[in-house]
């Protein structure tokens, strides 16, 4: 198996190949709400009159009494009213989510995990804390290991690419795939190496909130994408 152990960039398995937004229900109701609490304060007022009226001139309504339940109920109102100008910025915010969301598909993207679906070649990155040498065991769905090799990694990030191929030569099925890494340093110490996958976003669900990004056949927000990959183009004359 043609392997490069020695690069501190990228680390391959053997030589790889080419590879609705919601409705308007939600500003209704506020506004039922605040035409409600309008027609509401207008009864207020209605009673509150009447009970001036006819109130007992020996025990006549507490000044304070009176402009302490006006101050309340206006109040009241003016909390719904923030209410109505919040519920309008989270609608602004998850249609600015959606849009982001969009620009995502057909981009390659990393995020956290260890499982990558393989369809011809299967790319996880690694980030090793300290100079380490590595077991990487690479598993089927069913926990079959497929294929494991050790290898000598550099501090900081590096790449694994595997092209399907176990440690016999044997080509196995399109499907996932999940890695381990067990890493230890000269002295033996452990040494924490993290992994992320790499994809193309091939779709994205807008009916989800937050909006979900498809890649490989599993689905990720936007805040889980580490980063964004640029496909790179060779131009010949």
Do not use: C, H
Not at 188 to 202: A, L
Request: hydrophobic fraction near 35%; glycine fraction near 8%; proline fraction near 3%.
């Amino acid at each position: 198996m043609a392997v490069d152990a020695t690069m501190p960039t990228t680390v391959k398995s053997a030589a790889a190949t080419p590879p609705a937004t919601s409705g308007t229900s939600t500003n209704t109701t506020s506004s039922t709400s605040t035409a409600g609490l309008a027609s509401n304060f207008q009864t207020f007022l209605t009673l509150l009159t009447t009970q001036l009226q006819n109130q007992n001139p020996l025990d006549p309504l507490d000044t304070n009494q009176f402009t302490a339940q006006l101050v309340q109920f206006a109040q009241v109102e003016q909390q719904l009213k923030a209410n109505d100008q919040l519920t309008s910025l989270v609608a602004l915010q998850k249609t600015a989510q959606s849009t982001q969301a969009l620009n995502f598909v057909g981009s390659t993207v990393a995020v956290d995990g260890s499982t990558v679906a393989f369809n011809g070649s299967a790319t996880w990155n690694l980030n090793a804390a300290k100079d380490a040498n590595a077991t990487i065991t690479i598993s089927n769905s069913a926990g079959q290991e497929v294929y494991n090799g050790g290898y000598s990694l550099k501090s900081g990030n590096a790449s694994f690419v595997w092209d399907g191929k176990g440690n016999d030569g044997t080509q196995w099925p399109a499907g996932n795939y999940k890695m381990t890494v067990s890493a230890k340093d000269s002295q033996g110490q452990p040494v924490t190496v993290s992994t992320e996958i790499q994809g193309v976003v091939d779709s994205v669900d807008l009916t989800a909130s937050p909006a979900l990004l498809s890649m490989g056949g599993n689905n990720y927000t936007v805040d889980q994408i580490k980063r964004v990959i640029r496909a790179t183009t060779s131009s010949s004359s």
